[in-house]
């Protein structure tokens, strides 16, 4: 069992075709996560690069901690399933099952134990002499997962297994491989062009279009609070409605004028709407059908007239096909109505549930309602190594001391608000978000969002490390470039192949590396006590980087301490021998085993003087 992380992925076919860019995801243990999107978006090659049947052309994949990128498919421990099964014709359904098993050649009775309890798990006890011809395409998908269950992967890897089978068959396929995954708990990575299988299979849904992660998150999150107007037109059916229109905002709310509609935003809304005060902008607005009741009034909802096109009787509801016009033009929706009504032709008068609308900007088709605020700008000051900051303050830590005297504009993120007792607030809202409930905290007068149980007069701490600085346009960098972390050289004699060969060892505190020749070459130039003296290393953010399977590089192991978000950039930060460095990049582990250019190290005496560079 594993998690899986891709690291700024990339594929380019031929040098010419950018199949996928920069993808980045990080899939927990025994999540099952769905890649969906239009056909040609890149899901199959970024399931194939985690398979290793295809080349990554830049980035990082691991499975667990291991970096995959240069090993064989076979040894990566995952197991792919196919649309079109890839049995083989000839052999039976126990043989198909075991076939892998008996090419290492386990033993037999063990096979035919593991075939028996797996062929009970999917139902195929009954056919495990039959030969794939004599099945039915779900019973052939079955047995092609009873083999890739036999090898007992960490990853599961599907690729759009259920496109062959017809509508009801796929139906109880899914809930079938649903129930299967709990089952196994091992990590599912399920490929597919239908949002509907997405959305009732995954837990966490990536949505791709060419090549581009374009949103990853749960079905609901994906449904309710898509980040674009991509995805809240690919997830869900009928599509969501899309109509032109206007958002203003002033000092007491923001308004929304779609021509056929007009409303207010809620102040839940408002608190999230990316609309300065005083600003007006284009913006397309987006209702789900869902939200669109037709025919009965419904308190707080916002009434249009409209005609009706067509109805389209579900059973339990109707779908309605509307109309408004608004100087001149013929805007069409649907909305949802009672099938036990009969609607006349004519008008007919929707009911539009305002508080669940999406707001996407106009140009670049982002969302201007997201579900969680990526940060709140605050201002505050800085004097004299304190942030003074919500009537409150604190003292910056040594990570911070780069930062000026002054004013400057904090970005607070819900990850950088956490419990404590340096400043107070009172919520003012509650939303249920994944991670917990989001708090709307009014600390004088400015709204923060933070993830937690905070009581409704609460008290709050900033996490600094996840505050970003802005001081004008600029971002304030109090991430030093060099950190300076002391060490000793040593010389051992140690045998090798039963020789006594020189070694040299850089020595931080309980840590050693050992140094190669350039460095040694470099250091041998100082003299004669560079064994007795002190020295410091400058570790630089472009001389450390984490260690690769195959790495050349000396490794040494540094505890994380935190990581440090810059806007599009995070910094781990590292503790070797009580000295703190930092490393672009994130990671969840407590320790990280980190690779060191020396051939690019500067060292220092313990005066801070450069020695070598
Ligand atoms: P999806 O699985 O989402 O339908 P693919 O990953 O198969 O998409 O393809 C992504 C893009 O890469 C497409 O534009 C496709 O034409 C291109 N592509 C896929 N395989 C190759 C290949 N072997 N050589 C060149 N281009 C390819």
Redo the contacts with the bound molecule.
């Keep these: 069992m594993a998690g899986l992380k891709l690291n700024h992925v990339c ?1 380019v ?2 040098g010419k ?1 950018k ?2 860019s920069d993808v980045c995801i990080n899939i927990k243990d025994k999540e099952f996560v769905v890649l969906v ?12 690069m985690i398979a290793g049947l295809e080349d990554i052309s830049s980035g990082d994949i691991f499975i667990g901690d291991r970096r995959v990128n240069l090993l064989e498919p076979k040894d990566r421990n995952i197991a792919m399933v196919f649309q079109n099964y890839a049995l083989f014709p000839n052999m039976s359904v126990a043989d198909n099952i075991s076939f892998g098993l008996r090419m290492q050649g386990v033993d037999k009775e063990i096979i035919k134990e593991k075939v028996e309890t797996i062929a009970e798990m999917l139902g195929l006890s009954d056919y495990l002499k039959a030969k794939p011809a004599n099945l039915s395409g779900g019973q052939r998908q079955r047995v092609a997962l009873g083999r890739a269950i036999v090898r007992e992967p960490d990853v599961f890897l599907l690729d759009e297994p259920l496109s062959n089978l017809d509508a009801k068959l796929r139906a109880k396929m899914r809930a079938e491989l649903s129930a299967l995954h709990r089952k196994l708990g091992t990590t599912f990575i399920y ?1 597919t ?1 239908d949002q509907v299988e997405a959305m009732t299979m995954g837990d966490r849904i990536v949505v ?1 279009k060419d ?1 581009v992660v374009m949103q990853s998150g749960s079905p609901r999150q994906l449904f309710n609070h898509p980040a674009n107007k991509f995805t809240a037109g690919f997830i869900g059916t009928p599509q969501m409605n899309f109509f032109d229109c206007t958002v203003s905002r002033d000092e007491n709310g923001a308004e929304v004028d779609a021509g056929f509609v007009k409303f207010n935003l809620s102040k839940q809304q408002l608190a999230k709407l990316k609309v300065a005060v005083g600003e007006s902008v284009k913006a397309t607005l987006g209702i789900r059908p869902e939200h669109i009741s037709v025919g009965e009034s419904q308190e707080g909802f916002a009434e249009v007239l409209t005609e009706l096109v067509s109805v389209e009787d579900l059973g339990p509801k109707s779908l309605i096909h509307l109309l408004s016009r608004i100087d001149e033009k013929e805007i069409e929706f649907t909305g949802y109505g009672s099938s036990d009504v009969y609607y006349n032709d004519g008008e007919l008068s929707a009911y539009i549930n305002t508080d669940l609308i999406n707001l996407f900007d106009a140009e670049t088709e982002n969302t201007l309602l997201p579900e969680i605020p990526e940060y709140v700008e605050i201002g505050a000051t800085i004097k004299n190594g304190t942030l003074y900051v919500f009537n409150g303050s604190v003292k910056l830590p040594s990570a911070l001391e780069s930062l000026k005297d002054g004013d400057i504009t904090l970005r607070v993120s819900t990850e950088a608000i956490i419990p404590g007792k340096d400043f107070s607030g009172v919520v003012e809202m509650r939303e249920n978000v994944e991670d917990g409930k989001l708090c709307f905290v009014n600390a004088q007068g400015a709204v923060l969002f933070a993830i937690g149980d905070y009581e409704d007069n609460c008290t709050f701490s900033l996490d600094l490390s996840k505050v970003v600085f802005v001081n004008g346009e600029e971002i304030v960098d109090s991430i030093p470039n060099e950190s300076l972390i002391d060490f000793r050289f040593e010389r051992v004699k140690e045998e090798e192949n039963g020789k006594k060969v020189k070694k040299h060892y850089a020595v931080f505190g309980d840590a050693r590396v050992e140094t190669f020749f350039d460095f040694n070459t470099k250091m041998y130039r100082l003299g004669k006590k560079i064994f007795e003296n002190q020295f410091k290393l400058g570790i630089r953010l472009n001389t450390v980087r984490p260690a690769r399977e195959d790495e050349v590089y000396p490794t040494i192991c540094a505890s994380l301490e935190g990581i440090c978000d810059f806007e599009g950039k995070k910094f781990m930060k590292l503790k070797v021998a009580d000295t703190i460095f930092y490393m672009e990049g994130e990671c969840e582990r407590e320790f990280l085993v980190v690779a060191l250019d020396f051939d690019h190290m500067a060292v220092y005496d313990t005066e801070g003087n450069l020695l070598f560079d």
């Design positions: 594929k076919y031929d075709v199949a996928v999107g239009p056909s040609g978006c890149g899901k199959s090659t970024t399931l194939r490929v062009h791709m090549g």
